[in-house]
């Protein structure tokens, strides 16, 4: 029996941790400058890495805020991303059902933005990627799906590049995403082995 095997494999860039950056049009300055004095401040509602700040300058303030004059140097915080399994394989394709593999990603962002979770870089699809919104039994069609809590869409989607699959507004640990590749066959897809690489990215959400 002729058959058709699908196999991805994916791939993680996660760009250098930004310290202090400065901005522009197409960057953010996050607490650029360095100062001397200051404490940790906290709250019920609120916790601040204050700086002693300009002189003379006061301290607004009410029960759910505080705010300090001037900056310090800050770091945005570290990223981390793990991937359960790297290589998913949805094995012998048949007209009458659809195939489909997962793996669990468990991000971390230290970044008080939070993170973006997104394809950096793909392959071209194997065989058609869906346009509809679902794989469905009997069309030949490829494409994936995401879960958890921050995932950016719940139906089927073209794997291509720039497809972001999840991001937040707050620092996580452990976040998890499940990332689901599926296909299906028709009676006219062409037969043999087929496959697509990923580069996953992660970064900080500004």
């Not at 996660?14 to 049009?25: D, I, N, R, Y």
């Not at 204050?50 to 300090?68: F, L, Q, T």
């Amino acid at each position: 029996m002729k058959k058709l095997l699908l196999v991805v494999v994916l791939l993680v860039f996660c760009p250098s941790t930004l310290k202090g950056e400065m901005s522009s049009t197409n960057y953010t300055i996050y607490a650029d400058t360095f100062s001397v004095g200051g404490v940790y401040s906290t709250s019920n509602n609120f916790s601040l890495y204050d700086s002693v700040g300009e002189w003379p300058a006061s301290v607004p303030a009410s029960a759910n805020y505080e705010i300090r004059a001037g900056f310090q140097a800050m770091e945005l915080g570290d990223l981390k991303l793990v991937i359960a399994d790297s290589s998913l394989s949805l094995g012998a394709l048949d007209v009458a059902s659809i195939k489909s593999d997962n793996t669990n990603i468990n991000v971390t962002s230290g970044s008080a933005s939070g993170y973006i979770l997104s394809i950096g870089e793909a392959d071209p699809s194997p065989i058609f990627a869906v346009a509809d919104g679902a794989v469905t039994i009997g069309s030949e069609e490829y494409g994936a799906s995401v879960g958890g809590a921050n995932a950016n869409f719940l139906d089927d989607r073209e794997i291509a590049t720039g497809l972001v699959l999840a991001s937040s507004t707050v620092a996580v640990a452990n976040d998890l995403v499940v990332f689901t590749v599926k296909a299906a066959r028709n009676s006219t897809t062409n037969y043999g082995s087929k496959n697509q690489n990923l580069i996953l990215n992660l970064s900080a959400n500004f």
